[in-house]
């Protein structure tokens, strides 16, 4: 991480910090729980490990071009229940569903040495993959006024539920989808060529508002997961689909993402009687 | 404090579940990518137009794969047991028309080509290491040879005689140095135009083969023979013992499968249709028409394309299986269990590609590899293979 990424995030903190301390009311809720429901979005960070291609040759390496995090979207919701040890560690259990997608583009060019005529081909391959996610994450939270920012980090199931496939294609290779040529594949199941399971850990930084009866928060979280995505017994199994219509066939890799997602949680035991926001001078 | 209780009851069962999946997923964890792939062999010249011929697995669980390019001309192809490419060879010109099979000595590969100007007949030896082919054998006696068999101990060469109009074959020693045996029979009219049609890929492609039965008795053979497309049936001595003749030259045998005891697997045609047996008896010294063979029409087939037929075993079970080409351009494997008529399975391959069967052979791994050609971007006409693992397989006929 660079200098200038380090210092951000040092004032983000102190900002919510400062900002923090000057709350009218202190948050107690040791012992307590909560039920949160969260949704947001995602950016993912295919990390290959082997390359595969259907067209081989002497001359040329195939080797598909990743696109940046920006444009592998996705979205996440879910919900999660957290019990508090102490007013600052608690324990986030979740159940969630995520969408990951993952772009790449290839290219192919043939030369008409007759007609000094090429023929070129560009594809855009968009991949989604989806999960049943179950997190499990440790929250620390930096103060116990209203608005709290806290850090967390645990470890996460992802199930998959099902993966699909498009693909865009146009006859001029520029890196991008020319619009006035541009055509699309049907959109194809690839879930047989993905691994069922993935796990790994994940931490991220957030803050919450508290009131009585809610609370409120924006979080992001970086989730790195240990396993390969992509099924090797079926890498080619798909004998009638992309493979060699669009000379297609899934790389190895690992699949990170960073999510940003909103929160809002109710506490679930009685917290108005319980008392959870006291004025700050009765907390000391 | 009973709420309190409930809640680290709630979390510990989370956890024991947490960890019980990550010991469980931790155990599985195996790749076998090499046993299942599908592979295009790309050329960038879109004027370069590719016919593959015949395939073999080599020494090294990589592939050898011959084919014809442009025409007659003659191009070799090596690949890893991946399917990678790791060298190919374009023969210099004067060796032309390479004919299927590539023939196995010794763990050295061989095959048969022609002089492009005497027309006669090469016996070239591939050179792994020297990623390329050398001559190994003139045989200036056999002109325009139109396909080879190896049966292991003896190779059989099958030619057109343009001087008598006569279909040869010729029985070569097991070291291919020497004419053991030949025989011949007529034709009665010139085919030479069909024949350069077939050699320079620019019309029908024949469908000639050459086989011998398990028990050495008959050499079977489809070529020109009395004014059609006929199925010969010859003794040993390679002297003629009976016929099946096509309809003119619009039918005939595609292929054909000996299975011991004068029973046959067999593919005929007949002008636009193909027909299936899977076990059939023929007479060797019957006089007879293809067509009054009984099979089972398969109306989705194309005729044009090469069928094949071979023996493979799946699961301990012994499969006669064919591949061919549909009208749709897909590939079509057939399994029939060997002495059955009945069909256990089907499978197609390919859809929106054209695909065309060339050949295919079981695998070391217990695979199944398909040599095909595959028309890319509804074009170019480039050299795949597309390779079954053994678990694949075993699915398919299960």
């Given amino acids: ?113 007759i007609n000094n005529q090429d023929f070129n081909r560009e594809m855009h391959h968009l991949q989604k993959i989806s999960y049943f996610s179950f997190p499990m994450m440790v929250r620390w939270d930096m103060s116990n006024r209203q608005l709290i920012p806290y850090l967390q980090g645990g470890v996460f199931m992802d199930f998959r539920h099902q993966a699909k496939k498009e693909i865009h294609y146009d006859n001029t290779i520029d890196g991008k989808e020319t619009k006035n040529e541009v055509s699309s594949s049907e959109i194809k199941s690839i879930t047989d060529q993905t691994r069922k399971f993935n ?56 699949l990170s993402n960073l999510n940003i997602q909103f929160t809002v949680s109710i506490p679930i035991n009685h917290s108005v009687t319980m008392n959870i926001l006291r004025r700050s001078k009765y907390y000391k | ?28 964890d195996k790749y076998k ?48 047991k991946k399917g990678d490419l790791i060298w190919k060879f374009d023969l210099p010109s004067k060796y032309v028309n390479a004919v299927p099979n590539l023939i196995e000595r010794n763990g050295d590969l061989f095959f048969v080509c022609m002089d492009a100007v005497g027309l006669f007949t090469y016996i070239m030896q591939v050179d792994e290491i020297g990623k390329q082919a050398t001559e190994f054998q003139q045989i200036p006696q056999i002109q325009y040879p139109m396909y080879v068999f190896d049966n292991e101990s003896e190779v059989y060469i099958q030619n057109y005689i343009r001087a008598t ?136 087939l194309d005729p044009q394309s090469p069928v094949l ?25 057939s399994f029939y269990p060997k002495g059955s008529n009945e069909t256990r399975a089907v499978k197609y391959l390919g859809q929106s590609v054209p695909l065309r069967a060339c050949d295919f052979a079981k695998t070391n791994d217990g695979g199944l590899m398909i040599l095909t050609r595959a028309t890319v971007m509804g074009s170019f006409n480039r050299i795949a293979t597309i390779k079954l693992s053994e678990e694949e397989l075993e699915e398919i006929v299960k």
């Fill in chain 1, 1 to 113: 991480m660079s200098i200038d990424k380090k210092v951000i995030i040092i004032l983000l903190v102190s900002f919510f910090s400062q900002f923090s301390f000057g709350q009218k009311y202190s948050v107690h809720k040791k012992r307590m729980s909560y039920l949160a429901f969260n949704a947001g979005f995602n950016f993912s960070f295919p990390k290959v490990s082997d390359r595969y291609s259907v067209l081989n040759s002497l001359e040329e390496n195939y080797e598909k071009k990743y696109d940046k995090a920006g444009k592998n979207t996705g979205a996440q919701f879910g919900i999660r229940y957290s019990y508090n040890f102490t007013n600052s560690i608690a324990l986030n259990l979740g159940f969630g569903y995520q969408s990951l997608g993952f772009k790449y583009f290839t290219d192919y060019s043939w030369n008409d040495t």
């Fill in chain 1, 199 to 254: 796990m790994g850990l994940m931490a991220g930084a957030g803050i919450s508002y508290y009131t009585k009866h809610f609370t409120f928060g924006v979080e992001g979280n970086f989730r790195y997961g240990f396993f390969k995505i992509v099924n090797d017994e079926n890498r080619y199994s798909d004998l009638t689909g992309f493979a060699l219509q669009y000379l297609d066939v899934l790389d190895q890799l690992k």
């Fill in chain 2, 1 to 28: 404090m009973r709420t309190n209780n409930i809640s680290y009851k709630l979390i510990a069962k989370f956890m024991f579940v947490f960890a019980f999946v990550f010991i469980l997923s931790g155990c599985k």
């Fill in chain 2, 33 to 80: 990518p090499e046993e299942s792939f599908i592979k295009v062999y790309d050329e960038k010249d879109i004027n370069k137009s590719y016919f593959p011929l015949s395939m073999h697995q080599t020494s090294d669980d990589g592939y050898l794969i011959l084919s014809a390019y442009n025409g007659w001309n003659i191009h070799l192809l090596k690949t890893d």
């Fill in chain 2, 165 to 300: 109009y006569q279909t040869g074959i010729f029985e070569l020693n097991g070291d291919m140095d020497q004419i053991q045996k030949s025989g011949t029979v007529q034709i009665f009219t010139d085919v030479e135009d069909k024949v350069v049609d077939h050699l320079n890929y620019t019309g029908k492609r024949f469908p000639f083969f050459v086989s011998v039965t398990p028990e050495k008795d008959y050499i079977i053979m489809s070529g020109f023979n009395n004014y059609s497309f006929s199925t010969i049936f010859m003794n040993a001595n390679l002297n003629f013992s009976g016929v099946y003749n096509g309809a003119a030259f619009d039918g005939g045998l595609n292929a054909l499968l000996p299975l011991g005891d004068k029973t046959f697997s067999l593919a005929r045609f007949s002008f636009s249709n193909l027909y299936f047996n899977p076990n059939v008896s023929l007479d060797p010294s019957a006089i007879d028409i293809a067509e009054s063979i009984p099979a089972q029409s398969h109306a989705e």
């Fill in chain 2, 309 to 333: 037929i071979k023996e493979i075993m799946i699961d301990n079970e012994v499969y006669v299986v064919y591949l061919a080409s549909s009208k749709s351009n897909q590939l079509m494997l």
